[in-house]
């Protein structure tokens, strides 16, 4: 399955984006979905994961309770929420599918797949 990222933008910090991961190719209902960004000068990091059967989610520390992910299954689709941006949210955002472990409500361990493909990802800005 290939992926593309939309949604990024330039925004103030306490701003709102929502950003989209659309998969063509073969359905993500198959796949679980992350989302990782890489800031300048920094690695890759995790930011947010959803297992596409049950729904169970995880959040990295510095998203937790600003970030939602969801599932829209209907357009093939997964997004992210991000509320309350702050500087630090700069960074190119990513998706990709993911290996991991779904239970409880929580996806553990969430890492991409070895047959994940990057995307150009989209680039998030935010100024203070």
């Known amino acids: 399955v290939q992926l593309v990222e939309s949604g990024g933008g330039l925004v103030q910090a306490g701003g709102s984006l929502r950003l989209s991961c659309v998969g063509s190719?073969?359905?993500?209902?198959?796949?679980?979905v992350g989302w990782f960004r890489q800031a300048p000068g920094k690695a890759r990091e995790v930011v947010s994961c959803i297992s596409r059967t049950d729904g169970g989610r995880s959040y990295a520390d510095s998203v937790q309770g600003r970030f939602t992910i969801y599932n829209d299954n209907t357009q093939n689709m997964v997004s992210l929420q991000m509320n309350d941006l702050k500087p630090e949210d700069t960074a190119i955002y990513y998706c990709a599918t993911v290996a991991g472990t779904s239970s409880g409500g929580n996806f553990y361990l969430c890492q991409p797949r070895r047959d994940n493909s990057w995307g150009q990802g989209t680039q998030v800005t935010v100024s203070s």
């Open positions: 190719g073969d359905t993500l209902e198959d796949y679980a």
